[in-house]
């Protein structure tokens, strides 16, 4: 059975940093990405990264804030964020799928977490 769990969510003041992590179990995935849902907001991309090779994508705006990467021997894939802000208040949501295109879309993954909560505080 395929379970997606996060962690490492949590309070934290702007400009500080947190790390979430995902523990994938059950099997592995060709790719595995970092979505988030603010209140009243659609679900939107963070990161992705492919499994083969770690190669990392990251949707514009969080280029250079955020770092996406993955442990292969712990099968685990985690997303660094620093110089936090309060829009980046969410539910931060870890996806696995086996496309290796596409990958800034929901509809590219198959198994989703239940999400950990982000708030940052102004």
């Known amino acids: 059975q395929v379970q997606l769990v996060e962690s490492g969510g949590g309070l934290v003041q702007a400009g500080g940093s947190l790390r979430l992590s995902c523990a994938v179990s059950?099997?592995?995935?060709?790719?595995m990405g970092w979505f988030r849902q603010a209140p009243g907001k659609e679900r939107e991309f963070v990161a992705a990264?492919?499994?083969?090779?770690?190669?990392?994508y990251y949707a514009d705006s969080r280029k250079g804030r955020f770092a996406i990467s993955r442990d292969n021997a712990k099968n685990t894939v985690s997303l660094q964020m620093n110089s936090l802000k309060p829009e980046d208040t969410a539910i931060y949501y870890c996806?696995?799928?086996?496309?290796?295109?596409?990958?800034?879309?929901?509809?590219?993954?198959?198994?989703w977490g239940q999400g950990t909560q982000v708030t940052v505080s102004s």
């Open positions: 996806a696995a799928g086996d496309r290796n295109y596409g990958l800034g879309f929901r509809s590219q993954y198959d198994y």
């Open positions: 059950g099997r592995t995935f060709s790719s």
């Open positions: 990264i492919r499994w083969n090779n770690g190669r990392p």
